[in-house]
């Protein structure tokens, strides 16, 4: 079974968590799904040497496709952009689950949708 990369995401602007993801999973979850679809402005290094996640990811959000965001992008963290596929310039969708606590990407989303650009 490969091993899935679930990564704890904090979104790196100024936006309320209600604000961003308001939309629930299930009725017996707090938490929220968003699906955004984009283009990858920037892949940075996070410079967080204790972090999981070596990388940030900036997108430029074209649409909501579920889910409630208002903001015109969407960073979050990866730690191999590379193994997930992803590449400055290039179009997604993300899938991202809203909580109290942050935003977790699968990084392998990308592969297993047959989205990954090599």
Not at 1 to 30: E, G, H, K, Q, W
Not at 83 to 99: C, F, H, Q, W
Not at 100 to 114: A, D, H, I, L, P
Request: glycine residues 6%; hydrophobic residues 40%.
């Amino acid at each position: 079974m490969p091993l899935v990369i679930r990564t704890t995401l904090y979104i790196l602007f100024s936006c309320a968590l209600s604000a961003c993801a308001s939309t629930d999973v299930s009725t017996n979850s707090s938490a929220a799904q968003i699906v955004i679809r984009g283009v990858v402005t920037e892949i940075f290094p996070t410079g967080d040497s204790q972090a999981t996640s070596d990388w940030g990811v900036t997108v430029y959000v074209e649409s909501v496709e579920s889910g409630t965001y208002s903001q015109p992008e969407f960073t979050f963290s990866v730690h191999s952009p590379s193994m997930s596929g992803l590449l400055v310039g290039e179009r997604y969708t993300i899938v991202a689950t809203a909580s109290k606590v942050g935003v977790n990407v699968e990084e392998s989303q990308w592969v297993k949708r047959g989205e990954a650009k090599w």
